[in-house]
C-alpha cells in the first residue's frame, strides 16, 4: 500500500509506539495499517460426520475445500453458513473454527472452519460456482485434495486431528 486509501497523498513510514514502523498519512494525521482479505475455507462434513464433501471450480481438475471472501461488517462464522447455502444449497447445522493462515498469493488471510450439513444431497449445487463435487471418506480425501494447496494444508491437520480424537 503506497497511498492513502481515503484521500490518496503518498504515505510515509512513521514509528508507532509498540507496533514499529507503519505507514503514515501526513493529511489525514493517521496511521495506514496494511489492508489484506479474509476468507473462510471448510471441511464441509456429512450429517454422520463421516465423509468430506471436496469439490472442483475455476475449470481447475483438481479438489479443494468450499471456500469464500468475508463480506465487510460480516462475521466468519455467518460467510461460512452463508457460502454453503450459496454454493452447495445445504444448511449448516454445527460449525467449529480449525486454524488460520495468511496466504500471500492472494494477500488472504484464510480462516479454515469444520463445519456440518443436515444433507448428502448434492442436487443444489450452484452450477455457477461449481464444476463439480463428491462425497470422500475421510481417508479419500486426503488422497484426492490438491497437493500441496492450503486446502490440503488444512484438510490434512483436521484428519490428523480426528484420528487423535
Ligand atoms: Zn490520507
Not at 64 to 72: E, H, M, P, S, T
Not at 153 to 162: A, D, E, G, N, P
Request: charged content about 30%.
Amino acid at each position: 500500500m503506497k497511498y492513502c486509501m481515503e484521500c490518496g497523498t503518498k504515505l510515509e513510514e512513521r514509528f508507532l509506539k509498540n507496533e514499529g514502523m507503519v505507514p503514515y498519512c501526513k493529511t489525514c494525521e493517521a496511521y495506514r495499517f496494511p489492508v489484506f482479505s479474509t476468507a473462510v475455507s471448510m471441511e464441509v462434513l456429512s450429517p454422520g460426520r463421516d465423509k468430506i464433501l471436496l469439490i472442483k471450480q475455476y475449470g481447475k481438475d483438481r479438489y479443494i475445500l468450499v471456500a469464500g471472501y468475508v463480506n465487510k461488517g460480516e462475521n466468519a462464522e455467518d460467510t461460512v453458513v452463508r457460502e454453503v447455502k450459496e454454493e452447495l444449497g445445504l444448511t449448516v447445522t454445527d460449525l467449529h473454527f480449525e486454524k488460520s493462515e495468511y496466504f500471500a498469493p492472494s494477500n488472504t488471510l484464510m480462516l479454515n472452519f469444520s463445519c456440518v450439513v443436515d444433507s448428502e444431497s448434492l442436487s443444489h449445487i450452484s452450477e455457477e460456482e461449481i464444476d463439480s463435487c463428491r462425497w470422500f471418506t475421510l481417508e479419500e480425501a486426503a488422497e484426492n485434495i490438491a497437493e500441496g494447496s492450503l486446502a490440503g494444508i488444512f484438510l490434512t491437520r483436521f484428519i490428523s486431528k480426528q484420528k487423535s480424537v
